[in-house]
């Protein structure tokens, strides 16, 4: 199994639409990220956490909403999503000792 | 705040031929720094990274970066490309090991035969 898995891998959605995108780890790393992947913008940080307790926003946060249920699992929400939410979702990882671990990404296409 | 530059959005070279992906980052304090490697279909593996030392980093596949604190600048070289080596890559800058990363653009690396 994957270090960091998230699911589902690929999703069409429509306008409007709630969805949510969930990560799963087994590093037991308290850190974990949601990035999205635009072409030619790079990885850009929606929310991060810390710990359980402790959830951050990040340079895009608008329109996304996220949860961090346990140590392993950190979900990422589109309450009403719209097309320029079109894009690769990244969920990672990090610790001192193994610096970061990526997820395989999820392909988002809202129409 | 801290943010990262690659100059070259696609580098197309030929097999075997030398190349330069260039970074340069800008930040106030201390920065650690990365390159990320995401083949086509997949997720992003780490390349190599400059935490603290020396300024010369590799890695296990024939890829160096210089980190030059002078020229903000982390330039990603090989010697000699392979067709194998058609990927994107990404520059990253964090505070910490573990921190946040802020990430440039990418350079799409094409490898022609």
């Known amino acids: 199994d994957a270090d960091v898995t998230q699911t589902p891998r690929n999703r069409i959605t429509k306008t409007g639409k709630r969805i949510m995108l969930e990560c799963s780890q087994t590093?037991?790393?308290?850190?974990m990220y949601w990035y999205r992947q635009d072409p030619g913008l790079g990885l850009r940080l929606i929310y991060y956490?810390?710990?359980?307790?402790?959830?951050n926003k990040g340079e895009i946060s608008d329109g996304y909403s996220v949860s961090r249920q346990a140590q392993a699992k950190f979900s990422l929400s589109l309450e009403s999503a719209i097309p320029n939410q079109t894009a690769l979702y990244f969920c990672?990882?990090?610790?001192?000792?193994?610096?970061?671990?990526f997820g395989s990404g999820t392909r988002l296409t809202v129409v | 705040a801290q943010s990262v530059t690659q100059l070259d959005s696609q580098v197309p070279v030929f097999e075997e031929a030398p190349v330069e992906l260039r970074c340069n980052y800008s930040?106030?304090?201390?920065?650690?720094l990365f390159w990320y490697v995401q083949y086509p279909n997949q997720g992003l593996q780490l390349l190599l990274k400059?935490?603290?030392?020396?300024?010369l980093v590799e890695s296990i596949n024939g890829f160096e970066a210089e980190f030059n604190k002078s020229q903000t600048s982390f330039h990603l070289r090989k010697p000699s490309v392979h067709i194998s080596d058609t990927a994107e890559y990404f520059c990253?800058?964090?505070?910490?090991?573990?921190?946040?990363?802020?990430f440039g653009q990418g350079t799409t690396l094409q490898v022609k035969p």
């Open positions: 956490s810390f710990d359980v307790k402790d959830i």
């Open positions: 990253a800058v964090s505070r910490s090991n573990t921190g946040k990363l802020i």
């Open positions: 400059y935490l603290s030392g020396s300024t």
């Open positions: 590093k037991g790393h308290d850190r």
């Open positions: 990672a990882t990090s610790d001192r000792d193994t610096g970061y671990t």
């Open positions: 930040s106030s304090v201390s920065v650690y």
